[in-house]
Each structure stands twice: as C-alpha cells, then as structure tokens.
Antibody, heavy 121, light 107 residues
Framework: QVQLVESGGGVVQPGRSLRLSCAAS????????MHWVRQAPGKGLEWVAF???????YYADSVKGRFTISRDNAKNTLYLQMDSLRVEDTALFYC???????????????WGQGTLVTVSS | DIQMTQSPSSLSASLGDRVTITCRAS??????LVWYQQKPGKVPKLLIY???TLQSGVPSRFSGSGSGTDFTLTITSLQPEDVATYYC?????????FGPGTKVDIK
C-alpha cells in the first residue's frame, strides 16, 4: 500500500533554512510526480511545488526563489529545501503523490500525514 | 495565473438536505478540476476528479458537474459524516491552485 511519511519539520527563526523529507513506499516512486502542499493553522490548502517523474519542477509564486523541490529516486525520497523562511511560511506541510505515472502533473491521490513547520523568533 | 474561488465560504444545513458548493476559475480549465474533502484534523481525501468522476469508494450522494469556468459539488442528502471543509483544485497546468474552501456543518 502507498505510504508517504514526512519529516524534518520544527521551529526555525525567520530568515533561516529547513529541509523537509518525504519517504515513499508501496509504489514505483521514480515513475510518479510528487507534490508539496501546505496548510497554515486554521487556514486552507495551498499548493507549494511539484516535481515531475523526469525532474521538471514547478512552484507557487509565494515560494519561488526560496524553496527548492528535489527527489532521490534511489532512496525513494522527496525533499523540500526551504530558505529565507518567513513567519507566513508557518504551516503543516504535506507531501502527496500525483495521480498519474509518467504524467505532466495533475491532482493528488495519496497524502502523507504532514510535518509542522513553525517560523518564529 | 488562474485564480480559484468558492462559494459559499461556509454553510449550515440539516441532515438529509441537498447541499451545493460552487467553484469558479478565472479562466477556462476544461474539466481539469478535482474536489477534496478534509475533515477536522485529518488529511484531505479525494472525492471527485475530472470535474464529475467519482473516486472509487466515495458514496454516490456526492456528485460533481461543470466545465470551463463553473463547477459544482453536490451532496444529495447530507449525512453527519459529511461535516468537513471541501476544496476544489485546478490541474490543467501548474500552478495547481486550490480554492479557498467551503466549510459544511449540520444545522
């Protein structure tokens, strides 16, 4: 069965960096695109970034230039490097699998439980 | 970029009521629209994709319709377990923007 387990969240000061990881299992990781989606406390879902199976990357304007999505297919792991963090980046960060293998990007069919990032001085 | 809006932002309805939620895209997205349900403290759950196709295992009281810029999610007979926030999302191309959500509870 598909499993996605995020890690790496924590409390960080504004301006600092943090790297999130998402360990995937139960499917052929290298064949699927992967998303990061976040949810600020009490707020709605915000799409953050997507990496295709071939490594092409896409970002929300709110994080472009600060966040970098990447993947290690040998380790079945998705990453999100977050630099120049702001208070407004405080959120629960979910990794999620794209619905279609070898696709150009669509919606999420499996989600992890999320990892909480708190940006505060 | 295409913006997504939803209405209403929240609603209260009685058990057994028919509930309709609207999602609007600022530009046409054909049928590249999905609906998720998120219960309090839980992970989002996929309900409907391609605007009107029910995800396997989702009760038939849920349905979706629309194409282009205007979409609806309908619950034909509201049940206690449907208390949740519902989000639409476009997926024709990046950015894969979510709507702001509609919170549904029981009157």
């Amino acid at each position: 069965q598909v499993q996605l387990v995020e890690s790496g969240g924590g409390v960080v000061q504004p301006g600092r960096s943090l790297r999130l990881s998402c360990a995937a299992s139960g499917f052929t990781f290298s064949s699927y695109g992967m998303h990061w989606v976040r949810q600020a406390p009490g707020k709605g879902l915000e799409w953050v970034a997507f990496i295709r199976y071939d490594g092409s990357k896409y970002y929300a304007d709110s994080v472009k230039g600060r966040f970098t999505i990447s993947r290690d297919n040998a380790k079945n792991t998705l990453y999100l490097q977050m630099d120049s963090l702001r208070v407004e980046d405080t959120a629960l960060f979910y990794c999620a699998r794209d619905r279609y293998d070898y696709g150009s990007g669509s919606y999420c069919d499996f989600w992890g439980q999320g990892t909480l990032v708190t940006v505060s001085s | 970029d295409i913006q997504m809006t939803q209405s209403p932002s929240s609603l209260s309805a009685s058990l057994g009521d028919r509930v309709t939620i609207t999602c609007r895209a600022s530009q046409g997205i054909a049928n590249y629209l999905v609906w998720y349900q998120q219960k309090p403290g839980k992970v989002p759950k996929l309900l409907i994709y391609a605007a009107s196709t029910l995800q396997s295992g989702v009760p038939s009281r849920f349905s979706g319709s629309g194409s282009g810029t205007d979409f609806t999610l309908t619950i034909t007979s509201l049940q206690p377990e449907d208390v949740a926030t519902y989000y639409c999302q476009k997926y024709n191309s990046a950015p894969f923007t979510f709507g702001p959500g509609t919170k549904v509870d029981i009157k």
